[in-house]
Structure formats: structure tokens, C-alpha cells
Nanobody
């Protein structure tokens, strides 16, 4: 089992920034690829970004490319999502996710482990 706990959500004005953190525990963190999903009210959960076990390779959904940056600190068992130039359409509950590393990275449609979610609200 992997336990994931997100933090860092909140209310921000359009154009602002937030940094989400996700602390992992339970298994060897570096054996897992990590990612972020989000779910807006009335919408399906959406893949946002993920990162490989070493932190060298990343994948982003087109709508956040150039604005969001995913990173990880294996020594701290933590993955981050730096969100810049936020827009009202980024408003959602953001979920941290983990999948065992299989040797390659691609867009995820699901994950093996999930955090409880953190609310991000961007006002116009």
C-alpha cells in the first residue's frame, strides 16, 4: 500500500500561482511513477501530469503545458505541482496518484493509488 497526502490547495486570483505537494509513505517511493489528476464540478476526472521514477521524464495534458511543472524529491518522498498563470478553468479538486514504474511514461487514464484531494479555486 502507498498512502498519499496532498497539501497546498487554496483560493487564488487568475494569473496567480500555487504549489501543490503530495507526501507519500508505505512503499519505496522511487519505485513509483507519480502524477496529478483533477476533477472539476460536473466533469470527469482529468489527467494533468506525471513524472517518472527518476524525475527526468514528464508528461502534461496540453491545457497546462508551459504553465504547470511537476517535480519530485525522492529523498523527501514528495511530488510537487507548481501551477503558474492560473485560469478559472483550472478550478478543481486535484488528486495525487501513483503507479508502479514500468519503464516508460505516458498519459494515464487511471492510477493504482490516490490521495484524498485538495481544492484549488481560481477566481476571475
Amino acid at each position: 500500500q502507498v498512502q498519499l497526502v496532498e497539501s497546498g490547495g487554496g483560493l487564488v486570483q487568475a494569473g496567480g500561482s500555487l504549489r501543490l505537494s503530495c507526501a507519500a509513505s508505505g512503499r519505496t517511493f522511487s519505485n513509483y511513477a507519480m502524477g496529478w489528476f483533477r476533477q472539476a464540478p460536473g466533469k470527469e476526472r482529468e489527467f494533468v501530469a506525471n513524472i517518472d521514477r527518476s524525475g527526468e521524464s514528464t508528461v502534461y495534458v496540453d491545457s497546462v503545458k508551459g504553465r504547470f511543472n511537476i517535480s519530485r524529491g525522492n529523498a523527501k518522498n514528495t511530488v510537487y505541482l507548481q501551477m503558474n498563470s492560473l485560469k478559472p478553468e483550472d478550478t478543481a479538486v486535484y488528486y495525487c496518484a501513483a503507479r508502479p514504474w514500468i519503464g516508460r511514461l505516458a498519459v494515464w487514464n487511471n492510477a493504482e493509488y490516490w490521495g484524498q484531494g485538495t481544492q484549488v479555486t481560481v477566481s476571475s
